[in-house]
């Protein structure tokens, strides 16, 4: 209550109303937190364990939120059971111009069309190397470049696989991002099966020189994509022994805010307008893969409920943002129990 009614308000007129300015203000404060001793939520009641990484509980923050990876230790203490950093590139990046970043607050939701600014694989790997053993599982989001063409795509993703190999928990195959230029284009068979064989090349080459399990890889796909074009999906992801998906990204529609002064905003929506798709995609693809795929539910998840109906849709794992965004810090812990 303090949050939403207090300090929800004052933030979200700060710096002029601009979201990010005050996203990169909030990032630092847990940056300079995340130095002190905090403690990260511990139960051994909520643990789960997911392709071989024991979660301490089943909410993750999704990607987005902390692509450079600089406040983890405060994500931990906030209650979070993993954080998925990134998303990332090879290249470093500043992204699209600004404003990028768009409230829309009677609809509890946002629009962004970043463009995957970061500091590059080769930064974020320093900074996860010189935290040492991060105290919750970490995840790692990887895009491709936007400079570089969507033919050497497979590069680009490779190159910030193995420089970030010893880093991640896991890793997220970001192919359905729409504020990179021809990137969910990558999810159609032949260009995502080209890409899995690599990332799986290079992660069987690994672990087996290591004789370590290899990494989880997980696809993150798009809810704008039709049950046909899902079933595809699945069945090149199965191909290649990909542990599991993340569904979903931030959608192109805009029906959930048609007559909103920005739903015209090129990017990708979030929040409380996706979440019935969201929670679609996921039951589909329950249905269709059946018991034994790992599935991480995003979209639209705000309270214990939201998160309840996820877990009922067939997705083991939940990640928030906007909800974090919207409904405060004390969301993650309430969450966090409920799902327990």
Same mark, same amino acid.
């Given at each position: 209550? *303090?949050?939403?009614? !207090?300090?929800?308000? &004052?933030?979200?007129?700060?710096?002029?109303?601009?979201?990010? /300015?005050?996203?990169?203000?909030?990032?630092? &404060?847990? +940056?300079?937190?995340g130095r002190l001793p905090l403690p990260a939520m511990r139960?051994?009641? *909520?643990?789960?364990?997911?392709?071989?990484?024991?979660?301490?509980?089943?909410?993750?923050? +999704? /990607?987005?939120?902390?692509?450079?990876?600089?406040?983890?230790? #405060?994500?931990?203490?906030?209650?979070?059971?993993?954080?998925?950093?990134?998303?990332v590139t090879w290249r470093a990046q500043p992204g699209n111009?600004?404003?990028? %970043?768009?409230? %829309?607050?009677?609809?509890?939701?946002?629009?962004?069309?970043?463009?995957?600014?970061? /500091?590059?694989?080769?930064?974020?790997?320093?900074? @996860?190397?010189? =935290?040492?053993?991060?105290?919750?599982?970490?995840?790692?989001?990887?895009?491709?470049?936007?400079?570089?063409?969507?033919?050497?795509?497979?590069?680009?993703?490779?190159?910030?696989?193995?420089?970030?190999?010893?880093?991640?928990?896991?890793?997220?195959?970001?192919? $359905?991002?729409?504020?990179?230029?021809?990137?969910? $284009?990558?999810?159609?068979? /032949?260009? @995502?099966?080209? =890409? %899995?064989?690599? @990332?799986?090349? !290079?992660?069987?080459?690994?672990?087996?020189?290591?004789?370590?399990?290899?990494?989880? *890889?997980?696809?993150?796909?798009?809810?704008?994509?039709?049950?046909?074009? &899902?079933?595809? *999906?699945?069945?090149?992801?199965?191909?290649?022994?990909? $542990?599991?998906?993340?569904?979903?990204?931030?959608?192109?529609?805009?029906?959930?805010?048609?007559?909103?002064?920005?739903?015209?905003?090129?990017?990708?929506?979030?929040?409380?307008?996706?979440?019935?798709? #969201?929670?679609?995609?996921?039951?589909? !693809?329950?249905?269709?893969?059946?018991?034994?795929?790992?599935?991480?539910?995003?979209?639209?998840?705000?309270?214990?409920?939201?998160?309840?109906?996820?877990?009922?849709?067939?997705?083991?794992?939940?990640?928030?943002?906007?909800?974090?965004?919207?409904?405060?810090?004390?969301?993650?812990?309430?969450?966090?129990?409920? %799902?327990?």
């Amino acid at each position: 209550m *303090l949050y939403k009614h !207090i300090l929800r308000p &004052i933030l979200f007129r700060a710096a002029g109303g601009d979201a990010e /300015a005050i996203h990169e203000f909030t990032l630092t &404060i847990l +940056a300079l937190l995340g130095r002190l001793p905090l403690p990260a939520m511990r139960d051994p009641s *909520l643990e789960y364990t997911l392709f071989g990484v024991r979660f301490p509980n089943r909410v993750g923050l +999704a /990607a987005g939120m902390d692509k450079n990876g600089v406040a983890i230790p #405060a994500w931990a203490a906030m209650g979070f059971g993993h954080v998925e950093v990134g998303t990332v590139t090879w290249r470093a990046q500043p992204g699209n111009p600004r404003p990028r %970043l768009f409230r %829309l607050p009677q609809h509890e939701a946002l629009i962004n069309r970043m463009g995957f600014n970061n /500091a590059s694989s080769s930064a974020l790997a320093a900074r @996860l190397k010189a =935290l040492g053993s991060p105290p919750i599982p970490v995840g790692v989001s990887l895009g491709k470049s936007k400079v570089t063409p969507l033919e050497q795509a497979t590069d680009d993703y490779c190159a910030s696989f193995r420089t970030l190999y010893d880093c991640g928990s896991y890793f997220a195959i970001n192919v $359905s991002s729409p504020n990179t230029p021809g990137l969910r $284009s990558l999810q159609d068979r /032949a260009q @995502l099966g080209g =890409l %899995l064989a690599a @990332l799986q090349m !290079i992660n069987t080459r690994i672990s087996h020189a290591r004789h370590s399990p290899p990494k989880p *890889l997980l696809v993150k796909i798009a809810p704008d994509l039709s049950d046909p074009a &899902i079933s595809e *999906l699945l069945e090149v992801c199965a191909e290649h022994g990909v $542990s599991g998906l993340i569904a979903t990204n931030t959608t192109l529609d805009r029906a959930g805010v048609a007559g909103h002064l920005r739903a015209g905003e090129a990017g990708g929506l979030s929040g409380r307008p996706l979440a019935g798709r #969201a929670l679609e995609v996921v039951r589909f !693809i329950r249905r269709e893969a059946g018991p034994g795929l790992p599935i991480i539910g995003v979209g639209g998840i705000f309270t214990p409920d939201d998160a309840l109906r996820m877990r009922e849709a067939g997705a083991d794992l939940i990640q928030i943002y906007t909800g974090l965004i919207y409904e405060g810090p004390g969301a993650v812990r309430r969450i966090a129990r409920a %799902l327990a």
